[in-house]
């Protein structure tokens, strides 16, 4: 584990206080000032009910009563709105910036590491524990503020009043943070279980979501129900758990709460307008304490939420990314040398037996270069060591006479326009899919290489497709992701299977027009398929 992420409460309002210094001071000066005016309100109190006694005052008491609680509402509507702006809009932007952190690391964090990531617990990362976050900048750094003050200045206004009297009113009071302190560590327990639980209920939606298909055609639906079902009981149960201890504090602290009022009422001695202001001064004292309560309960969140944030954030199992000097259009390069060139390349997934042993090839500028085998011969592995989505061993691979391993990862992946075995296709429009790297035009001529230029597409750019571009058949989704690729101006194209599902006829036209256009291009091509008719348009092809 990260040393910094065994401290994440203090790790964030660090961050809280080095980014939004100016909003914290102001916005604590608002609460301050509000507090202080509450302060004084019972003394006025006081005064006036004494005065009771003295009619000739009578007027002159009612009338500054009056005046300081309007003054009073006046401040605390001024100043509320103040901290609000100050402090929970700082805080707020805290998490906004939280979760740009979160879509860096997610982008920079390695594909070995990432694949093994659930997506539940991701989300539950993005969403609910930047929430919690997010509630302890906020609410929690307002109650804490709110809390220290009136614990200090509330004791401090009653002994001042009544000392003999403060004393023995405030003694049950002090029982509350005990309470607290002895319910804090069940909470943050029961936080971490729930979060976890959280993580793993979303796993399991999103493989039935996505596998809806599969479950419905074993008729799994039942057992999936029932499992989903289950898991959600379980949630509901230690929510449920967290719940009952978080309420515990309530009671507890009106127990003792009105055990103190009971003694102030029973005290004998005392003017009316005494009584009365020590009855004021308790019951606000009742919301430090809760407040105090509230900001324990927001930090133990925080700080559950903060670790886990942290040990991913702080992975150092990354991609090298660095600034590029050069755009991909100006690419040079060395001629007469091969831009491609594996030289006895071996690779594993793991320590067993290589999938890659001993390759060896060249690819020259322009050349269409088709890759052939059998099932699991690490064709598609070769595109992803190209595109260093895994390491691959020095002195093995390079690109422009250049070791990959030499590379950052956005440096070697500005060569290569990629089609993936399994395309992927985002939740939006067809053009919003394909204006990745400039604007598209209405007659791209991407779209008649790759055929979207008939009716089936024509009528269909501007309508919003599903996740993973559910509404579009296989075939018609390689077909997009064809026309995304070629439309990036990179020097070389890796083709991954890219018309595994589209129908004879259509392939042959695709690849006719490729064929065609893309050499006027001067493009390299790595073309893997098990189609040896599509291998037909590769000028060679390797055996693996």
Known sequence: MNGRSSHPILRQLIF??????????????????????????????????????????????????????????LLQVFGRYIWRIALSKSAMLAGAEFRKQFAFKSFRISIPKMEYKKVGDLMT??????????????????????????CIALPIA????????????????????????????????????????????GTLTQEMISGVRIIKTYGLEKKISEKLNSE????????????QTQ??????????????????????GYSIGTLVAMQRYLQKLLWPLTASAMAVIYFQKGKSSGKEFYQYVDDQDVEDIKTLEKPSNEIMFEKKIPIIEAKNLSFSYSDSKPLIHNLSFQIFEGEWVGFFG????????????????????????????????????????????????????????????????????????SMSVSGMHEHEFLHRMDQKLGERGAGLSGGQKQRVAIARAIRKKSPILLLDDPLSSVDINTSKYVLQKMSVEIRKLNKTVIFISHHEEHLSYCDRVVKI
Request: glycine share 6%; hydrophobic share 45%; charged share 15%.
């Open 374 to 445: 059998s099932v699991g011969s690490g064709k598609s592995t070769i595109l992803q060591l190209l595109l260093k989505f895994y390491p691959v061993n020095r002195g093995q691979l390079f690109v422009n006479n250049k070791d990959v391993a030499d590379y950052s990862v956005n440096e070697i992946r500005e060569f290569f326009s990629t089609v993936l075995q399994d395309p992927y296709l985002f939740q939006g429009t067809l053009v919003e899919n394909l204006n990745f790297s400039n604007e598209l035009q209405p007659l791209d001529w």
């Open 247 to 268: 309420a515990r504090l309530g009671p507890s602290m009106e127990f003792f709460l009105s055990t103190s009022i009971v003694l102030l009422f029973s005290s004998t």
């Open 158 to 201: 009653m002994f001042w009043i009544a000392p003999d009297l403060a004393w023995k009113v405030i003694l049950p009071i002090v029982f509350i943070p005990v309470v607290v302190l002895v319910l804090q560590g069940k909470i943050a327990a029961q936080s971490q279980k729930v979060q976890e639980q959280i993580g793993k209920l």
């Open 16 to 73: 809280f206080w080095k980014n939004y210094k100016k909003q914290i001071i102001i916005g604590s000066i608002a609460i301050l000032s509000i507090d202080i005016a509450e302060l004084y309100l019972p003394l006025l109190l006081k005064d006036t009910v004494d005065s009771f006694s003295k009619p000739s005052l009578m007027g002159h008491n009612h009338n500054s009563l009056i005046k300081g609680l309007l003054l009073v509402i």
């Open 125 to 150: 990362l993005a969403t609910g524990d930047i929430e919690n976050m997010r509630f302890a900048l906020g609410p929690g750094v307002i109650s804490i503020i709110d809390a220290c003050f009136y």
């Open 232 to 243: 959600s009981h379980v949630l509901n149960r230690k929510q449920v758990e967290m719940t």
